[in-house]
DNA sequence: CTATAAAGGTCAAGGAAAGACAAAGATAGA
DNA sequence: TCTATCTTTGTCTTTCCTTGACCTTTATAG
């Protein structure tokens, strides 16, 4: 014995779509009720796929239309050096975990952060690490993430290491 | 404990899960249910072995989700540098921000940390942002060194590794 | 222009799985 | 013994998943 991972539909669906979009270069265009068909679920499971796993903090603008013919549009958006900027002034005041690791990801996703810092911040983010009742945890959580992003995005990488 | 005494379900329980992560090269997916039915016990059995023995501390990650197919991710961390494991070892349950510039310097100067991550462990660690009376802010301060060097050693620069 | 059908949107309820924590039981040491 | 620490369980909480009922928008037939 020692196989036994059993996703859970939403992933499934998350891979499929991933895989789509992927296919497409960036954008993917899906019927709701089409997929749930194929995934044998719900449409609305199809929706709750999209917002908790490609939505805007994510990095994918969403465009749907309804009616006949209707379609749900997913666009892959790349991050530029001067949105960075953007990114950090839109974190809030409060930023739960999940909050956190989602900026975590899409800036490394984009390349702007190398996986070894990602996963330093990550830690450092950790609600296993900030030992403290909400809402001040959500509110040290912000401090750090800006304070660790600032830091990060104002000095340059050392070439000491050789690669 | 001697050894004609049978071993603690939690000991059981250990082995079961480093053999685990013995076959996994390093990591481990369990299902906390699944598990505790396999040993026949209550399922927080299984997240008291995982807190008392597959601690940070001891060089694990953890990783886990929760609702519809959840899991719990078991990283071995491979601490490569004796000295860096007895460094870290030596970090107390309260840190003041002199004492964590003090880690970070002398592990920059024996360059086994980069300078663009010593001034992003720096920024998380400076009581500017750890905005809270003491002593919690210590006790923080000293959770979030800890799991930041965790995370750092245990993760090769330039390296795909992780999820 | 209107009625109808064909989409997608929203939301709440219920279920599934891990986390937190306290209390009780077992064990080892002084 | 007595006490501190480690184990084990049980209960309640939080987070995530899944579905279903109902709503809104759009295309199109008549």
Redesign the pocket.
């Known amino acids: 014995m020692g196989r036994w991972e059993l996703p859970?539909?939403?992933?499934m669906i998350e891979d499929y779509i991933n895989s789509l979009i992927a296919e497409g270069e960036g954008v993917a265009e899906?019927?709701?009720?089409f997929v749930a068909e194929m995934f044998r679920?719900?449409?609305?499971?199809i929706?709750?796929v999209i917002a908790?796993r490609f939505s805007p903090e994510k990095g994918f603008i969403i465009e749907?239309?309804?009616?006949?013919?209707?379609?749900?549009r997913l666009i892959r958006v790349n991050l530029e050096e001067e949105d960075i900027r953007k990114l950090m002034k839109g974190i809030g005041e409060y930023v739960s975990q999940?909050e956190a690791y989602d900026y975590l990801d899409r800036l490394r996703d984009e390349g702007y952060v190398d996986d070894r810092t990602f996963f330093v911040m990550k830690a450092a983010l950790s609600?296993?690490v900030l030992l403290m009742a909400l809402p001040s945890r959500d509110m040290i959580r912000a401090n750090v993430l800006k304070a660790m992003l600032n830091a990060y995005f104002s000095h340059e990488p050392d070439d000491e290491q050789g690669e």
């Open positions: 859970s539909l939403a992933d899906i019927q709701r009720a679920c719900a449409p609305s499971q929706s709750y908790s749907s239309r309804r009616g006949g013919g209707g379609y749900i999940q609600r296993n």
